[in-house]
Nanobody, 122 residues
Framework: QVQLAESGGGLVQAGDSLSLSCAAS????????MAWFRQAPGKERDFVAHISRDGGRTYLADSVKGRFTISRDTAKNTVYLQMTDVKAEDTAVYYC???????????????WGPGTQVTVSS
């Protein structure tokens, strides 16, 4: 069992930067691939980024490539999402997720955090 807890969301202005954190706990939490998803009101949950177990490989959605960075501190079992040049369309609840496999599909993820709200004002 893995527990995930996101933090760092809030209200920012377009063009600002924001950093989200996801602390993972539980046995073997460090063995999971980790990802960020987001869900805007009335929309489906969309893939944002994922990172390998050792943090050496990352993949980002085209919509955030060049603006967002995903990273991982394996010693702290924490995954980060550094967001720069945020836009109004980045407004959503951001979720951290853990999976035993690399995937961009929400259904492939085994564990989820409760989410953190990011609101970007234009």
């Amino acid at each position: 069992q893995v527990q995930l807890a996101e933090s760092g969301g809030g209200l920012v202005q377009a063009g600002d930067s924001l950093s989200l954190s996801c602390a993972a706990s539980g046995r073997f939490a460090f063995t999971y691939r980790m990802a960020w998803f987001r869900q805007a009101p009335g929309k489906e949950r969309d893939f944002v980024a994922h990172i390998s177990r050792d943090g050496g490989r990352t993949y980002l959605a085209d919509s955030v490539k060049g603006r967002f960075t995903i990273s991982r501190d394996t010693a702290k079992n924490t995954v980060y999402l550094q967001m720069t040049d945020v836009k109004a369309e980045d407004t959503a609840v951001y979720y951290c997720a853990a999976s035993s496999a690399i995937s961009v599909r929400p259904d492939d993820y085994d564990y989820w955090g409760p989410g953190t709200q990011v609101t970007v004002s234009s």
